[in-house]
């Protein structure tokens, strides 16, 4: 399944925390503080709780949103963007 995570978290040591985990967990960083991954559903359990586990609930907050294949394909983009296609082309190695 994919997820679109973004964060807004106060403390710059939570907020690496957060966001390294999320790079060693296999998503990758699509701007400052949102993050794509196409992870399987025990990661992505795993990456929240963690994640709840260190934020500041009273200032911090996390928005975690499902994205299916179909969804992803449709997206638009705009401006200077890095390469973060979890979807390349279909292909056939014979």
């Given at each position: 399944m994919?997820y679109?995570?973004?964060?807004?978290?106060?403390n710059?040591?939570?907020?690496?925390?957060?966001?390294?985990h999320?790079i060693?967990?296999?998503?990758i960083?699509i701007?400052?503080?949102?993050?794509?991954?196409?992870v399987k559903?025990?990661?992505y359990?795993?990456?929240v709780?963690?994640i709840e586990?260190?934020i500041?609930?009273d200032?911090?907050?996390?928005?975690?949103i499902?994205?299916?294949?179909?969804?992803y394909l449709?997206?638009?983009?705009?401006?200077?963007?890095?390469?973060y296609?979890?979807?390349?082309?279909?292909?056939?190695?014979?």
């Amino acid at each position: 399944m994919n997820y679109m995570i973004s964060y807004d978290i106060s403390n710059n040591r939570v907020r690496k925390l957060v966001s390294d985990h999320l790079i060693n967990n296999g998503f990758i960083r699509i701007q400052k503080s949102v993050f794509l991954g196409e992870v399987k559903v025990e990661t992505y359990k795993k990456v929240v709780i963690y994640i709840e586990t260190i934020i500041d609930k009273d200032r911090d907050n996390i928005c975690s949103i499902p994205i299916s294949k179909n969804d992803y394909l449709n997206i638009i983009t705009m401006g200077n963007l890095g390469n973060y296609k979890i979807y390349e082309e279909d292909i056939l190695y014979i």
